[in-house]
């Protein structure tokens, strides 16, 4: 039986069936769709996307300590550690409340972490870890596998445009210009807790192109390259992204996971297309 219990956060986009099975506990964002308040990963993605289509007023709102000091106290029943793991610092305070409530229990057993990474990057770290942890490592050795894990990954995204990440303060005024000018597709990478405007093309075909090319670079590494998709409104670009990727051989594991969460949606704004890209 596993000794080490595990929190993240719904940004991850964790299904409640794998939560369930694996015993994951989900502690949940908020989003604000005017003025209707919605848990993330509850509510309906086309609900998202309905909203920035008609320009609604979209806000999200972080977890409170007391949501994380609920979830604690029930795992440290079952549990002689917990890890908890939430999307980066940089892009939300989520982490504090986390800390805030492992402050409060008052227990050197329960480890906060920052992902530095959210959407399928926090989804595969999450995976990774359960399916490490179950082998009956400890929660010290579970830390070292996770630092080990983010320096081996990063997430790759583009989007219609970078006024939503600008207007939510996740984008300097600089980029957001560059990026818009020309109807230039801008391709984004974080990493380490960094968002940078790391290129630019014209059109989704060529941000595919682009995106396929950063996966056979990793190839080069000679290791097992994992690739994990998801979109906000860009379903079918993601299928065809996944099929392309796949063509490029069994070296490559590639999967389509869905829709990104509803409070990264709403950040990242329409024409979200993500691409969480590492190696074993």
């Known amino acids: 039986m596993r ?19 694996h015993d994951v506990d989900i502690v949940r964002l908020k ?6 308040e919605y848990q993330d990963g509850l509510i309906d993605p086309d609900q998202i996307v309905e909203a920035l289509n008609h320009n609604l007023s979209i806000s999200t709102s972080q977890p409170t300590p007391e949501q994380f000091l609920d979830v604690m106290n029930e795992q440290l029943k079952t549990y002689e550690s917990i890890i908890c793991m939430t999307l980066s610092k940089t892009l939300s305070g989520t982490i504090n409340s986390a800390s805030l409530a492992a402050t409060i229990i008052n227990n050197s057993n329960i480890h906060v972490i920052d992902s530095e990474t959210t959407i399928n990057g926090g989804a595969y770290l999450t995976e990774r870890l359960v399916k490490y942890l179950d082998e009956g490592h400890s929660a010290e050795e579970g830390l070292n596998y996770l630092t080990e894990l983010k320096s081996k990954g990063s997430l790759i995204f583009t989007v219609n445009d970078l006024n939503t990440l600008h207007k939510n303060g996740r ?14 597709k801008p391709i984004l990478r974080f990493q380490y807790g960094v968002l940078e405007l790391e290129h630019k093309v014209r059109g989704i075909a060529k941000a595919m192109d682009y995106l396929v090319n950063e996966t056979k670079k990793v190839m080069t590494y000679g290791k097992k390259v994992i690739v994990r998709i998801a979109f906000v409104d860009h379903s079918v670009e993601a299928k065809e992204l996944e099929h ?7 070296q490559v594991n590639v999967m389509l996971t869905g829709i990104i969460s509803p409070v990264i949606s709403a950040h990242v704004g329409l024409g979200g297309l993500s691409v969480y890209l590492a190696y074993e």
């Open 171 to 184: 984008l300097g005024r600089a980029s957001t210009i560059i990026g818009n000018i020309l109807r230039i």
């Open 31 to 36: 989003v604000i769709i005017s003025d209707h």
């Open 3 to 21: 000794k080490v219990g595990i929190i993240v956060d719904s940004t991850f986009g964790i299904s409640s069936e794998y939560a369930k099975q």
């Open 244 to 250: 392309k990727i796949f063509q490029l051989g069994e």
